[in-house]
């Protein structure tokens, strides 16, 4: 049974730093593309940043985010630095075999979400 679940989310000061994990279980993903989305209320998910054979930013958070991945444990990392209000949403991790995507519906795998508050 393939799962993925995240952790790491909480409540940060604006300026604050947070690092989200994500644990894949079910099969091996080192081959898959990794992705981290976000969700507010009455919004769409969005992606957030991508890691394949390289790795992929919002604009929103280049520069601030960081997304790595540990394929011998199948873990894959967010590291959000300098976090704004804007950033508050529910993470989610996904997983897509192949190639990445920026589309939402093309990943096949996802976690249940972790949430990310920003208090300014």
């Known amino acids: 049974q393939v799962q993925l679940v995240e952790s790491g989310g909480a409540l940060v000061q604006a300026g604050g730093s947070l690092r989200l994990s994500c644990a894949a279980s079910?099969?091996?993903?080192?081959?898959?593309?990794m992705g981290w989305f976000r969700q507010t209320p009455g919004n769409e998910r969005e992606a957030v940043a991508i890691?394949?054979?390289?790795?992929w930013y919002a604009d929103s958070v280049n520069g601030r985010f960081t997304i790595s991945r540990d394929s011998a444990n199948d873990m894959v990392f967010l590291q959000m630095n300098n976090l704004k209000s804007k950033d508050t949403a529910l993470y989610y991790c996904?997983?897509?075999?192949?190639?990445?995507?920026?589309?939402?519906?093309?990943?096949?795998?996802w976690g249940q979400g972790t949430q990310v508050t920003v208090s300014s």
């Open positions: 890691i394949s054979y390289s790795t």
């Open positions: 996904a997983a897509r075999a192949g190639t990445a995507s920026l589309r939402v519906h093309a990943w096949e795998y």
């Open positions: 079910g099969r091996d993903f080192s081959t898959y593309a």
